[in-house]
Structure formats: C-alpha cells, structure tokens
C-alpha cells in the first residue's frame, strides 16, 4: 500500500501539538495525540513519531545530546525555521487550521476571547483576532512548558496560571511568542512580577523589590513575600527563560515606581 504523503497543513497540525505538550506526554496514550490522530485521519503512532521529528529539530534537545528521530526531519525542518522565522503568522495558521479540521470559524473557537470585538470590522478586528488567539496560545506553550506549575509556588489549579511576559508584549514584536520569553505564574506572582515588585535573577532566584520590603511589617508580605525571596524557580522542561530577557527585566522593569 502506497504511503501518503504529509500535507505542510498536517505538519503546521502536529507542530502546533508539539508546542503544547510537555515534553514527557508525547507517547501514543496521550489524549491530545489520538484527538489529533482522529482529526487528521493518520495513526496514533505516526502523529507520535512526527512529535519526535519536531524534538530532532529542537536546540534544546539538541544541546542536551537528544537526537530523537532524525527520519523525517527533513519534513519537519522548514516547519521549524518558519516559526522561529515569524511566530505570529504561524501560531495563528495553526490555529485556523485546526479550527477548520474542527469544523468550526476562529471566532466561533475562540469565542469566550473575543466576545467583546464583534462590532469591530476589518482589518481593526482581524488584528485584535490574531492577538487574542496568538497570546492564548502562546499561555498554553508556556504552561506546558512548566509541567502546568507556578514556577514560583508549584500551584498546578489551570484557571490560577499566566504565561508572564519577561519582556512585555508591547516592548518586543519579535519575542513576543517566544517560549524562552514566559515563566509560568500564578496570578498574585504574575502581577507582582508584571509590575516590577518581584523579579528573576539569572541564577533564576526570585528577588523582591524595595517598594515590597518596605511593606515587610504586614501580615502578607510575612505569608506571601518572605517565602519567596531568593527562592530557585521550578525550572521548566526546554524553553529556560533566555538571560538576555531576564537582564530587560530587571534593568527596566524591575524596581521602577
């Protein structure tokens, strides 16, 4: 029987799956990996050995010596360099594609994120789409990326983390979707760190901003704070935060009033 070839839309598929997966899950029993097998009609097994193709092309497993399966990274490959190349135009591909396999619009996928933009036409509104649906999923990378943990208090309840921008998103186009550019945060730490009251060294220990010790005297800085302080960051699964971003932070975020 003739093989068939994979469409460059499977492979944007089972990429768009490799960034949402922890590294650990991409074996035949996961979920999210038979759903992909069944939208796109391949085996379970195929859509598997695809994910371990996209780990070939990855720096990070290739720094650490993994050389996964080399067979098909001719395929996956150009795939790779494309997001690394624009992340924003294929993030979002993926994700229409993966609508239309689901039989559904964008709008109608996403439509808890959108539902305050219905009334916005044109090229204003496929902006805010693209934005939308590009930082939802940009979360979802990072999350996995942290084993689904606060990387500060190990919280592992959904609905309590952030994808936390190391650089800020309006700051740097380029590095928006950029997985080294989030730490997984639960909501109290994603604020904090947002707005400069807490921040990372390189050592990726957390540091508290003079601003909060000042306040060292209240109940919650004694619950919330002093634990934390100098404390090691659970560390994620590839993407580490990349020490040029950490240094933004901390030269033009952190302890500014």
Same mark, same amino acid.
């Given at each position: ?88 135009? #294929?993030?979002?591909?993926? &994700?229409?594609?993966?609508? $239309? !396999?689901?039989?559904?619009? +964008? =709008?109608?996928?996403?439509?808890? @994120? ?97 601003? #909060?010790?000042?306040?060292? &005297?209240?109940?919650?800085? $004694? !619950?919330?704070?002093?634990? +934390? =302080?100098?404390?090691?960051?659970? @560390? ?22």
């Amino acid at each position: 029987m003739e093989r068939k070839l994979w469409t460059r839309e499977e492979l944007i598929l089972v990429f768009n799956l490799y960034l949402k997966l922890p590294f650990g899950k991409m074996h035949t029993r996961t979920p999210e990996i038979i759903e992909m097998a069944n939208l796109i009609g391949r085996t379970v097994n195929s859509i598997a050995i695809r994910l371990t193709n996209f780990a070939s092309c990855d720096p990070y497993h290739q720094n650490r010596g993994v050389k996964g399966m080399v067979g098909g990274i001719k395929q996956c490959q150009p795939i790779w360099d494309e997001f690394f190349g624009n992340k924003e135009i #294929l993030i979002f591909e993926s &994700e229409r594609i993966l609508a $239309e !396999k689901e039989n559904k619009t +964008i =709008e109608t996928k996403f439509d808890e @994120l959108l539902f305050d933009i219905k009334d916005l036409r044109g090229e204003t509104k496929l902006r805010e789409v693209k934005t939308r649906v590009n930082q939802n999923v940009f979360r979802q990378i990072v999350v996995a990326n942290y084993s689904g943990k606060c990387a500060i208090t190990g919280i592992d309840i959904p609905e309590l983390l952030f994808a936390s921008h190391i650089i800020p998103w309006s700051k740097n186009e380029d590095e928006r979707l950029n997985p080294e550019n989030g730490i997984c945060l639960s909501a109290l730490y994603d604020k904090a760190y947002d707005k400069g009251l807490i921040s990372i060294n390189e050592k990726y220990q957390v540091i508290i901003s003079d601003k #909060l010790k000042k306040k060292k &005297e209240a109940d919650y800085f $004694e !619950k919330y704070f002093a634990p +934390i =302080e100098n404390q090691s960051l659970i @560390l994620p699964q590839r993407y580490f935060p990349k020490k040029e971003f950490i240094q933004y932070h901390l030269d033009e975020i952190f302890n500014k009033n």
